[in-house]
């Protein structure tokens, strides 16, 4: 098995050209990165504790404000009415009777929608968070079935909600494509992630395969998923003269200001968008339509607006996972070695968005193999738009790579574990950087262990009645990412209190509670001695809840701001100190004060320092290096996913009996939130394996099951006892030595699920979701 180690052939990486845009494109100038953290060998007193979420009671006790919950006086309720057809123009608009419905304040229309720039479409900045690069309600022109048409603002939601169902609105239909095979038969082209061409070339891969004596060759396809976060979209906004004030449900409160700035002509400053809690975003919670049309409407109203999608309208105006349909074959030599991998497909996106699902993306990184041919072709097709979605790509991509590693184990003999081991990369296969740290064996093998993988029988052979009883594992992976632009503020008082300021999120991973752990370690204080202000564009960063790179963004900013903390805090402390004269990397946080690493005697109190300097406090703002160290290694979550499932021979009712996830995801700074996070990425794997799918009407491009009466999540009953563990082994070369872990549990389950299955009933499903009438 070749190792690539031409620097030209690094350039193929998807990862690592992804990675390369983004520190290129920062705004800022290289910085010194790269350089392993020499804290992050030392076990403090906060880092690896279980932490309970400091936002859980309030959220609980109901006080945490949500966007839809922000009350404002005089404030009006918005209702979206949606277009019915794919593709034409609104060729009569009567809203005469919705506009003498009691209550009813205005009905915005493109007639009368104050006039505005188009938002910028994810791919295109990187600051853009919107689905499209569409005009917004400006001109009478459909794009897709479920478009918003025309917006009621009414005194209550109710007078607005029945309002617009008196809207009477007549369509010339335009030619249209909603079907993916007809998509696919008027062309394809290359597809592009963040910027990147989705295809990857090492050797002739066909060629390998064709002369590889085992071989698995099939085709996989995977439906659209619709976003359904527990708390639907919402937004309350409010004029105050020119100056825009957002209460929004966002994964990016900077990226949503500088957005709504330029879609409304006024400068950044003049956007203030707040979001300190967030039910569920996954991907979604970006910058919609809803967010535009109902500052549009509070401008036009000279009145504050409510605007909160129905599940309905988050059905039919955000965006959905992309259906595809890939090719994965697999080539080995006598010993089992890889000596080709093909992952090829198909996905769609419409023509106004840049988003296509990157089903390749962790093919590239997770075996090493002689020979390579990655691609992702797009086909078009007029519909709401596909965005992120949990584990964008490797949740998907990941079903048909290793479903394949399943078959081609049992074609050559050998359990499915050894042959994954057999073929673990030295380095990166496609790019030849070596790995900043790589455990997954390690995690393969303690997980085999705990979840009882010597127990495995062949394919069909278990039976305990009525039930077939199958075992069946996946390898997960999800690449370390960390945006630049982490600015983090600290400010300590004589108290001895710190306030930590970032312009990040909690969408309930515990953003808050495990910032406030890493401050208090480096500050040497208790945790009630820690505050962490985020959720704000006011205050400094930016950050993106997304990637899983949050936590390591905001830790790298905050690392930043510690530093400049210590060396001023050194330099008011004077020659009479007992810390005079050392370097700010010859200090560490204590007892409520700073000492020497090696020497605890020498040390002084926060309080006598800021005394002595004669302030009340002190307050410093830094920003985290450039994130080089994604271009020196290559850089990953691993996962290894095992699950038992049981399938009724009567019926093909399937129930999955138990799961495992075993998980190399570096140091795990909070173990509780982190079990949280990784079982809650193994839940929606699930629901991707067995229920998600949204029906798509492919005559009309409509959404046919717009709410979770149709769209089905797993329930309680359909989620089994879920164990979970980690390595908990450090990578030298992150900030605090941890990698991402919000999206690697979703990674690897559906092909967990499917071979366990496979291996219950010896029948394979391609298509997801694996449902009865597909096994019986």
Same mark, same amino acid.
């Given at each position: 098995?070749?190792?690539?180690?031409? %620097?030209?052939?690094?350039?193929?990486?998807?990862?690592?050209?992804?990675?390369?845009?983004?520190?290129?494109?920062?705004?800022?100038?290289?910085?010194?990165?790269?350089?392993?953290?020499?804290?992050?060998?030392?076990?403090?007193?906060?880092?690896?504790?279980?932490?309970?979420?400091?936002?859980?009671?309030?959220?609980?006790?109901?006080? %945490?404000?949500?966007?839809?919950?922000?009350? /404002?006086?005089?404030?009006?309720?918005?209702?979206?009415?949606?277009?019915?057809?794919?593709?034409?123009?609104?060729?009569?608009?009567?809203?005469?009777?919705?506009?003498?419905?009691?209550?009813?304040?205005?009905?915005?229309?493109?007639?009368?929608?104050?006039?505005?720039?188009?938002?910028?479409? /994810?791919?295109?900045?990187?600051? %853009?968070?919107?689905?499209?690069?569409?005009?917004?309600?400006?001109?009478?022109?459909?794009?897709?079935?479920?478009?918003?048409?025309?917006?009621?603002?009414?005194?209550?939601?109710?007078?607005?909600?029945?309002?617009?169902?008196?809207?009477?609105?007549?369509?010339?239909?335009?030619?249209?494509?909603?079907?993916?095979?007809?998509?696919?038969?008027?062309?394809?082209?290359?597809?592009?992630? /963040?910027?990147?061409?989705?295809?990857?070339?090492?050797?002739?891969?066909?060629?390998? /395969?064709?002369?590889?004596?085992?071989?698995?060759?099939?085709?996989?396809?995977?439906?659209?998923?619709?976003?359904?976060?527990?708390?639907?979209?919402?937004?309350?906004?409010?004029?105050?003269?020119?100056?825009?004030?957002?209460?929004?449900?966002?994964?990016?409160?900077?990226?949503?200001?500088?957005? &709504?700035?330029?879609?409304?002509?006024?400068?950044?400053?003049?956007?203030?968008?707040?979001?300190?809690?967030?039910?569920?975003?996954?991907?979604?919670?970006?910058?919609?339509?809803?967010?535009? &049309?109902? %500052?549009?409407?509070?401008?036009?109203?000279?009145?504050?607006?409510?605007?909160?999608?129905? !599940?309905?309208?988050?059905?039919?105006?955000?965006?959905?996972?992309?259906?595809?349909?890939?090719?994965?074959?697999?080539?080995?030599?006598?010993?089992?070695?890889?000596?080709?991998?093909?992952?090829?497909?198909?996905?769609?996106?419409?023509?106004?968005?840049?988003?296509?699902?990157?089903?390749?993306?962790?093919?590239?990184?997770?075996?090493?193999?002689?020979?390579?041919?990655?691609?992702?072709?797009?086909?078009?097709?007029?519909?709401?738009?596909?965005?992120?979605? +949990?584990?964008?790509?490797?949740?998907?991509?990941?079903?048909?790579?290793?479903?394949?590693?399943?078959?081609?184990?049992?074609?050559?003999?050998?359990?499915?574990?050894?042959?994954?081991?057999?073929?673990?990369?030295?380095?990166?296969?496609?790019?030849?950087?070596?790995?900043?740290?790589?455990?997954?064996?390690?995690?393969?093998?303690?997980?085999?262990?705990?979840?009882?993988?010597?127990?495995?029988?062949?394919?069909?052979?278990?039976?305990?009645?009525?039930?077939?009883?199958? #075992?069946?594992?996946?390898?997960?992976?999800?690449?370390?990412?960390?945006?630049?632009?982490?600015?983090? =503020?600290?400010?300590?008082?004589?108290?001895?209190?710190?306030?930590?300021?970032?312009?990040?999120?909690?969408?309930?991973?515990?953003?808050?509670?495990?910032?406030?752990?890493?401050?208090?370690?480096?500050?040497? &204080?208790?945790?009630?001695?820690?505050?962490?202000?985020?959720?704000?564009?006011?205050?400094?960063?930016?950050?993106?809840?997304?990637?899983?790179?949050?936590?390591?963004?905001?830790?790298?900013?905050?690392?930043?701001?510690?530093?400049?903390?210590?060396?001023?805090?050194?330099?008011?402390?004077?020659?009479?100190?007992?810390?005079?004269?050392?370097?700010?990397?010859?200090?560490?946080?204590?007892?409520?004060?700073?000492?020497?690493?090696?020497?605890?005697?020498?040390?002084?109190?926060?309080?006598?320092? #800021?005394? =002595?300097?004669?302030?009340?406090?002190?307050?410093?703002?830094?920003?985290?290096? #450039?994130?080089?160290?994604?271009?020196?290694?290559?850089?990953?979550?691993?996962?290894?996913?095992?699950?038992?499932?049981?399938?009724?021979?009567?019926?093909?009712?399937? +129930?999955?009996?138990?799961?495992?996830?075993?998980?190399?995801?570096?140091?795990?700074?909070?173990?509780?939130?982190?079990?949280?996070?990784?079982?809650?990425?193994?839940?929606?794997?699930?629901?991707?394996?067995?229920?998600?799918?949204?029906?798509?009407?492919? !005559?009309?491009?409509?959404?046919?099951?717009?709410? &979770?009466?149709?769209?089905?999540?797993?329930?309680? #009953?359909?989620?089994?006892?879920?164990?979970?563990?980690?390595?908990?082994?450090?990578?030298?070369?992150?900030?605090?030595?941890?990698?991402?872990?919000?999206?690697?549990?979703?990674?690897?389950?559906?092909?967990?699920?499917?071979?366990?299955?496979?291996?219950?009933?010896?029948? +394979?499903?391609?298509?997801?979701?694996?449902?009865?009438?597909?096994?019986?």
């Amino acid at each position: 098995m070749s190792i690539i180690n031409d %620097a030209a052939e690094a350039a193929k990486s998807l990862a690592f050209k992804v990675m390369k845009k983004a520190v290129e494109n920062a705004p800022d100038r290289w910085m010194p990165g790269g350089t392993p953290d020499p804290l992050i060998r030392r076990q403090h007193g906060q880092i690896g504790r279980p932490i309970s979420r400091i936002d859980g009671p309030l959220k609980v006790e109901g006080s %945490a404000r949500f966007a839809a919950e922000v009350a /404002l006086d005089n404030m009006t309720y918005a209702a979206i009415a949606f277009s019915t057809i794919a593709r034409g123009r609104i060729a009569s608009l009567d809203v005469g009777d919705a506009e003498a419905a009691p209550g009813v304040v205005l009905v915005m229309s493109y007639r009368n929608a104050p006039r505005m720039k188009p938002m910028q479409a /994810l791919g295109s900045s990187e600051m %853009a968070l919107s689905g499209d690069d569409l005009p917004v309600m400006q001109d009478d022109v459909i794009h897709w079935n479920g478009q918003p048409v025309a917006v009621v603002l009414a005194e209550t939601q109710e007078q607005a909600d029945y309002a617009r169902s008196l809207i009477r609105i007549g369509y010339e239909i335009w030619p249209s494509t909603t079907a993916f095979e007809v998509a696919k038969a008027a062309g394809t082209e290359t597809g592009f992630f /963040l910027g990147q061409p989705l295809h990857v070339k090492v050797g002739d891969a066909e060629s390998a /395969l064709a002369a590889a004596p085992f071989r698995v060759d099939g085709l996989y396809r995977t439906p659209r998923h619709s976003h359904a976060a527990i708390e639907p979209h919402a937004t309350t906004v409010a004029w105050n003269e020119d100056a825009l004030v957002v209460h929004d449900a966002t994964q990016g409160v900077t990226h949503t200001a500088w957005q &709504l700035s330029r879609v409304f002509g006024i400068p950044q400053e003049k956007v203030h968008v707040t979001s300190p809690y967030v039910g569920g975003g996954f991907g979604s919670k970006g910058l919609w339509q809803h967010q535009v &049309l109902g %500052a549009a409407a509070a401008k036009l109203a000279r009145r504050p607006v409510r605007i909160t999608l129905s !599940r309905e309208g988050v059905f039919r105006i955000v965006g959905v996972r992309s259906p595809t349909e890939q090719r994965v074959a697999i080539g080995a030599d006598e010993r089992g070695c890889f000596t080709a991998i093909v992952h090829t497909g198909t996905a769609l996106m419409t023509p106004h968005n840049f988003m296509p699902e990157p089903f390749i993306a962790g093919t590239g990184n997770s075996y090493a193999a002689e020979t390579f041919k990655l691609d992702v072709q797009i086909a078009r097709i007029n519909s709401v738009a596909s965005t992120f979605m +949990r584990g964008p790509g490797e949740a998907v991509g990941t079903f048909a790579l290793e479903c394949a590693v399943d078959e081609l184990a049992e074609l050559i003999g050998l359990d499915p574990i050894e042959l994954r081991i057999r073929n673990e990369p030295e380095r990166n296969p496609t790019d030849g950087r070596p790995f900043s740290s790589r455990n997954i064996v390690e995690a393969y093998r303690a997980g085999a262990e705990r979840f009882g993988w010597s127990t495995r029988q062949a394919p069909g052979t278990r039976r305990e009645g009525e039930w077939l009883v199958g #075992l069946g594992c996946a390898t997960g992976t999800y690449p370390y990412y960390r945006m630049p632009g982490g600015v983090a =503020r600290l400010t300590i008082d004589r108290d001895g209190c710190v306030r930590a300021s970032v312009a990040a999120h909690e969408m309930g991973m515990g953003t808050a509670t495990a910032h406030t752990q890493v401050v208090a370690d480096r500050m040497g &204080l208790p945790l009630d001695k820690i505050t962490v202000e985020y959720g704000d564009s006011i205050l400094p960063g930016v950050f993106l809840a997304g990637g899983s790179q949050q936590t390591a963004a905001i830790g790298a900013a905050i690392i930043a701001a510690h530093r400049t903390l210590v060396a001023k805090l050194i330099r008011l402390a004077g020659n009479d100190s007992p810390i005079a004269g050392l370097r700010p990397d010859e200090v560490t946080g204590l007892d409520g004060g700073l000492a020497k690493l090696d020497d605890a005697e020498r040390r002084e109190s926060y309080a006598s320092i #800021l005394a =002595r300097a004669k302030l009340p406090e002190l307050t410093v703002e830094a920003k985290a290096p #450039l994130p080089l160290e994604m271009l020196h290694w290559s850089m990953h979550s691993q996962a290894a996913m095992f699950c038992e499932a049981r399938v009724n021979a009567v019926t093909g009712e399937t +129930r999955i009996a138990r799961f495992l996830g075993s998980f190399d995801c570096g140091r795990i700074v909070n173990p509780k939130t982190a079990a949280s996070q990784f079982r809650g990425g193994i839940i929606m794997g699930l629901g991707l394996a067995l229920m998600e799918e949204t029906a798509f009407d492919e !005559r009309t491009g409509r959404v046919m099951s717009p709410s &979770l009466a149709e769209y089905h999540v797993p329930a309680h #009953l359909d989620v089994p006892p879920i164990d979970v563990m980690w390595t908990d082994i450090p990578d030298p070369h992150t900030p605090m030595g941890a990698r991402g872990i919000g999206e690697i549990g979703i990674t690897g389950t559906g092909a967990a699920v499917a071979n366990a299955i496979y291996n219950a009933t010896g029948k +394979r499903i391609r298509d997801l979701p694996i449902t009865l009438d597909k096994l019986l």
